[in-house]
């Protein structure tokens, strides 16, 4: 008989194996000297002054914690306000304030459960887990497929269904055919469930998003799903729809009812944000650009990317041991990136993942230039061509 934590120790080498072992890497305050293209600080909110200062007033004002759940003592004026601020800035009819972006996709899909839930394959594993707790028959699309989408709602006998998207995928950095999910809902009478995590403050007039850019912002049949941890610089997440959406989502949704609510600070430092957003166009605007240079960059150095919807850019590499290799020497040049593998991208899919900030200056780019051409070269050395992979449950 073997001891209990054998097999997490055979399972761990396996990992180690197939370069898929994770490891803390606590940051310091301050500047450590590598230029930060890993973070999700798409626009370079996180340390702004008016952020902080904000949530420094509520931590003052309200203490540390929210001292509960939403429902008993953990909603504040604070929270409040932030919902009908995220409601207005966004064009939506209501909102709901989560104490993070996992736990509002938790309880948006939920709101499926008992029908057909249609998920497209490059969803986020919040999105994964989601349908595989709803308890829902679920049926995977192939990436950004419209058509499979229809397809797979003409063909249900169940009675109600949703679709479910990332509107940004948060690896690949492309869009979701938005437009032709919702005709494809209108169409069989589904609820669409957006997640604009890679959206808000990116894509879009002053950055309010890829739905409201679709000009679907005020459907009833459209649900959303924001984090505050993103562009905004801050922590925590959002359910945006319609207040039958919302009035079920208090009255059922477990991820909400039995987690203790958003801290105040973040409430109040993701306020802030938005007065930031709302008072300077030019900022997702810079993202969006910036992301465009270092994606050019990229191709121009023979390295696999992809056109951005918003701030992610990949540079794809395959094996799972190359992307480490590849990360780790950005990082000797001076840069810090993503290297994102199995089961956070599929089989054969290991990549880096830059993402662009607002406030990154042509100098800036310059170092990341010298990093990929580093990668580049790195590519070239056949010993890290070719690396088996674990297969893991994604």
């Known amino acids: 008989m073997t001891g209990p934590l054998d097999r997490l ?8 194996a197939a370069g898929l072992r994770r490891t803390l890497r606590p940051r310091t305050p301050g500047h450590d000297g590598l230029l930060d293209l890993a973070s999700n600080d798409y626009l370079g909110l996180s340390r702004d002054e008016r952020l902080v200062e904000a949530a420094v007033r509520a931590t003052r004002e309200w203490g540390a914690g929210s001292t509960g759940s939403r429902l008993v003592t953990g909603s504040t004026r604070l929270h409040a306000e932030l919902e009908d601020r995220l409601a207005a800035f966004t064009g939506a009819a209501g909102a709901l304030v989560f104490s993070s972006g996992y736990l509002a996709n938790l309880a948006a899909v939920a709101l499926g459960r008992g029908g057909l839930i249609v ?8 999105i994964v887990d989601a349908c595989r707790l709803s308890r829902s028959r679920v049926v995977v699309t192939p990436h950004g497929d419209a058509e499979a989408v229809d397809k797979a709602l003409a063909e249900r006998a169940e009675e109600h269904a949703l679709i479910v998207t990332d509107a940004v995928f948060s690896v690949d950095g492309d869009l979701a055919p938005l437009r032709a999910l919702h ?10 469930v957006v997640d604009e995590a890679h959206a ?3 894509v879009g007039d002053h950055g309010r998003g890829a739905v409201h850019a679709a000009g679907l912002a005020g459907r009833a049949d459209i649900v959303r799903t924001v984090t505050l941890s993103k562009s905004l610089g801050s922590q925590g997440g959002a359910v945006l729809g ?4 919302i009035g079920t989502l208090v009255d059922t949704g477990r991820s909400f009812i039995f987690d203790t609510g958003l801290a105040p600070a973040c409430a109040g430092a993701a306020l802030a944000a938005l007065d930031i957003l709302e008072s300077t166009a030019d900022l997702p605007v810079r993202a969006r650009l910036r992301a465009g240079e270092l994606a050019a960059t990229a191709r121009e150095l023979g390295l696999e990317t992809a056109d951005p919807a918003a701030a992610v850019v990949p540079v794809v590499l395959g094996s799972p041991t190359l992307a480490l290799s590849a990360g780790a020497l950005c990082a000797e040049l001076g840069v810090r990136v993503g290297c994102f ?9 290991s990549c880096l993942r830059l993402t662009a900030r607002a406030d990154l200056r042509s100098d800036d780019l310059a170092v990341v230039r010298g990093a990929l051409t580093a990668v580049a070269e790195l590519t070239m050395l056949p010993e890290l061509g070719d690396v088996a992979e ?3 449950d994604r």
């Open 183 to 192: 005709e494809a809902a209108v169409r069989h009478g589904a609820l669409l």
């Open 119 to 126: 998920s497209d394959a490059g969803n986020h594993a919040s």
């Open 9 to 16: 120790r055979a399972a761990a080498a396996e990992r180690e």
């Open 341 to 349: 593998r199995p089961p956070s991208v599929p089989r054969g899919r």
């Open 200 to 202: 808000l403050g990116v």
């Open 242 to 245: 319609a207040p039958e959406v």
């Open 390 to 392: 674990l297969r893991v």
